[in-house]
């Protein structure tokens, strides 16, 4: 069992920053791949960025030059710095890992429960 438990949502102006983060626990062997995906309002599920364990990243056309994904590996924590924030950002950012809870066992997908980004205009 492993769970995700983002922080660092909330309200910020447009223009402005916000940094979340997101701490895996449990029976994790590895972390192959950590992100950031969102869901506004009556939109589908969108990818905001993920890095590998080996820290390639991948970012949404929407996204970059803006924001800023990194990784601790030793903590099982992953970093999203979000700068120059928009009133389109506005959405719940759902923290994922692709997790590995043993050598053998096959990666599985993991989600934590979302926290709220609002950017006023």
């Known amino acids: 069992q492993v769970q995700l438990v983002e922080s660092g949502g909330g309200l910020v102006q447009a223009g402005g920053s916000l940094r979340l983060s997101c701490a895996a626990s449990?029976?994790?062997?590895?972390?192959?791949?950590v992100g950031w995906y969102r869901q506004a309002p009556g939109k589908q599920r969108e990818l905001v960025a993920t890095?590998?364990?080996?820290?390639?990243?991948n970012y949404a056309d929407s996204v970059k030059g803006r924001f800023t994904i990194s990784r601790d590996n030793a903590k099982n924590t992953v970093y999203l710095e979000m700068n120059s924030l928009k009133a389109e950002d506005t959405a719940v950012y759902y923290c994922?890992?692709?997790?590995?809870?043993?050598?053998?066992?096959?990666?599985?997908?993991?989600w934590g429960p979302g926290t709220q980004v609002t950017v006023s205009s």
């Open positions: 449990g029976s994790i062997f590895n972390l192959p791949a």
């Open positions: 994922y890992a692709r997790v590995r809870t043993s050598w053998t066992t096959p990666a599985t997908d993991s």
């Open positions: 890095i590998t364990s080996g820290g390639n990243t």
